[in-house]
């Protein structure tokens, strides 16, 4: 079945930088962009980026443009995302999540989430 | 970018009855590229529509959408008690950037 298992969050200080980790199991990875969604505690759902499936087309929100850069290793069936220049406004469970099909940016499958906790 | 208004922001209903959750943009919406997502206390969300219309995997038939431009609802016909939650709208359109409404929450009567 489908898996996707996030890392790397944590209790991290302002203006540093952290790296989610994404492994992904249960199908063909190298075949299915990947996006990742965020939300903070209490709060709704915030779309961030997307890869494409074989990493050459990324997009990202405006919100956090500059500050967080989407990759993939298809090799080792796992996505990324570097997060940089933290803020308190950053805290939040980071999800990713699987694109169903080509050109139909919607997710079918999400992971459990890692929390990114911005404080001094 | 689309802005999605969700309504009503909580919806109190009681098992068997029927729920219609709107989800309205603020421009139309694509090829009915919008889709609806639950979200229970501490778990991930879960796809139950795309396409406007199309149910995901899995996804029981009580779960409906339907709409399009700038009207789209999410109709569940008879609440079972795992039903209530938090339910998203999402649209997707032909290209990023993707946005979500902010939320409706359906609870116990």
Known sequence: QVQLVESGGGVVQPGRSLRLSCAASGFTFSTHALHWVRQAPGKGLEWLTVISADGTFKSYADSVKGRITISRDNSKNTLFLQLDTLKPEDTAVYYCARQLRFAEWFQDYWGQGTLVAVSS | ?109
Do not use: H, M, N
């Not at chain 2, 199309?54 to 409906?64: K, L, N, W």
């Not at chain 2, 709409?67 to 939650?85: K, M, V, W």
């Not at chain 2, 999402?90 to 929450?105: A, D, E, L, M, N």
């Open chain 2, 1 to 109: 970018e689309i802005v999605l208004t969700q309504s009503p922001g909580t919806l109190s209903l009681s098992p068997g009855e029927r729920a219609t959750l709107s989800c309205r943009p603020s421009q139309s919406v694509r090829s009915s590229y919008l889709a609806w997502y639950q979200q229970k206390p501490g778990q991930a969300p879960r796809l139950l529509i795309y396409g406007a219309s199309s149910r995901a995997t899995g996804i029981p038939d009580r779960f409906s959408g339907s709409g399009s431009g700038t009207d789209f609802t999410l109709t569940i016909s008879r609440l079972e008690p795992e039903d209530f939650a938090v339910y998203y709208c999402q649209q997707y359109g032909s290209s990023p950037p993707i946005t979500f409404g902010q939320g409706t929450r359906l609870e116990i009567k």
